[in-house]
């Protein structure tokens, strides 16, 4: 199940369809819920940050829930999303923008979600982060240097 945010509102999606609901935190991880006229009992079990999934009871059932927002689509479109298990090979600007910070240099050892570099694109900063893990072999760009959508901004061994 994916569940969005949409628009940092109080709006949310389910695999792309709108959920009009109402939520009301009770006690500690635990929220209830009215959605069509329907009540329901969530508490959330656990939660993993760096993979954004998140393990919700509902009504005592168990349900995964893999959270996703526009940035995640976007490099998930372009074919680096975070839960793929293929070895690194290269990281491609996932737009056109300006190079604000490299943070890795030739010779690291990345982890899956490690931030490599900042984009900055329609006057926005992006964190760009590390797909896998791996090792950095080559940098081809550097600070304030534009870069285009596609461009290969670090070769990994």
């Known amino acids: 199940m994916l569940l969005t945010k949409v628009n940092n509102k109080k ?9 009009d609901w109402d939520i009301v935190h009770v006690r500690d991880n635990t929220y209830h819920i009215i959605r ?8 959330l079990i ?10 919700v009871r509902i009504n005592n059932t168990d349900y995964e829930v893999a959270l996703k927002d526009k940035h995640d689509l976007l490099l998930e479109k372009l074919g680096l999303s975070a839960g793929t298990t293929k070895v690194l090979q290269h990281l491609r600007a996932p737009m056109p923008g300006l190079i604000l ?4 240099q030739e010779g690291d050892s990345v982890n899956k979600g490690d931030t490599l570099l900042i984009l900055e694109a329609m006057k ?7 797909p896998g893990s791996g ?9 304030r240097q534009a870069v285009e959508k596609n461009q290969v901004l670090i070769e990994f061994e």
Request: net charge positive.
């Open 135 to 143: 090792k950095v072999k080559k940098i081809y760009v550097s600070n």
């Open 11 to 19: 709006e949310w999606q389910i695999e792309e369809l709108p959920a």
């Open 46 to 55: 656990h939660f993993r940050p760096e993979e954004k999934i998140m393990l």
């Open 101 to 104: 910070n490299i943070n890795v």
């Open 36 to 43: 069509n006229h329907r009540c329901y009992t969530a508490t």
């Open 124 to 130: 926005m900063e992006n964190a760009i982060k590390s």
